[in-house]
């Protein structure tokens, strides 16, 4: 069963870039597609976007602009950046097996916008 | 951008009670609609896919219906480890959108 481990900064400055990477164990992560979803305090789940076995990207239209994944495959990671960030952008970010529907989960990572 | 609404935002029901929640969605997803229950600080988990697909593990008081534009989320009789919030996501596009959620509380 494939195993999800999200890493990264846990605080990031305004305007900053945010960057993530979840750790794929149990399967490859060139076999798979690979999702972002992340939720703010109190609030519903978000799709940030997703990745295919190609390498091709598909984000969410209204943070398209910021957002840019990408895969690793020597260390079996996929990765999520997010510039110009902004308090808004504070949230537990998740990283999931996309089979369309999110089939496997991280734990989730917080990641805070502030100075 | 394909929209989904749930109904209700919050649900107060009692151990034992059918529990229905329904999601629509602004435009024909056909079947490609999953279920997810999410608790206090854990990620979610998925529970339906295909609209009526029961995730391997998942009891089978959890059962889902619908098609096109409407579905529905039923749990049969509500069990205490059943309090929880649960969401709706569309797949239909290569863009994904999740329902707003719904939480069920002990009435």
């Known amino acids: 069963q494939v195993q999800l481990q999200e890493s990264g900064p846990g605080l990031v400055k305004p305007s900053e870039t945010l960057s993530l990477t979840c750790s794929v164990s149990g399967g490859s992560v060139s076999s798979f597609y690979w999702s972002w979803i992340r939720q703010s305090a109190g609030k519903g789940l978000e799709w940030i976007g997703r990745?295919?076995?190609?390498?091709?990207?598909y984000y969410n239209p209204s943070l398209t602009s910021r957002v840019t994944m990408s895969v690793d495959t020597s260390k079996n990671q996929f990765s999520l950046k997010v510039g110009s960030v902004t308090a808004a952008d504070t949230a537990v970010y998740y990283c999931a097996r996309d089979s369309g529907f999110a089939s496997g989960w991280g734990q989730g990572t917080l990641v805070t916008v502030s100075s | 951008d394909i929209q989904l609404t749930q109904s209700p935002s919050t649900l107060s029901a009692s151990v034992g009670d059918r529990v229905t929640i329904t999601c629509r969605a602004s435009q024909s997803i056909v079947t490609w609609l999953a279920w997810y229950q999410q608790k206090p600080g854990k990620a979610p988990e998925l529970l339906i896919y295909?609209?009526?697909s029961l995730e391997t593990g998942v009891p089978s008081r959890f059962s889902g219906s619908g098609s096109g534009t409407e579905f529905t989320l039923t749990i049969s009789s509500l069990q205490p480890d059943d309090f929880a919030t649960y969401y709706c996501?569309?797949?239909?596009?290569?863009?994904?959108?999740f329902g707003q959620g719904t939480k069920v509380e002990i009435k």
């Open positions: 295909k609209a009526s």
């Open positions: 996501q569309q797949y239909n596009s290569f863009s994904r959108t």
């Open positions: 990745i295919d076995t190609s390498g091709s990207t």
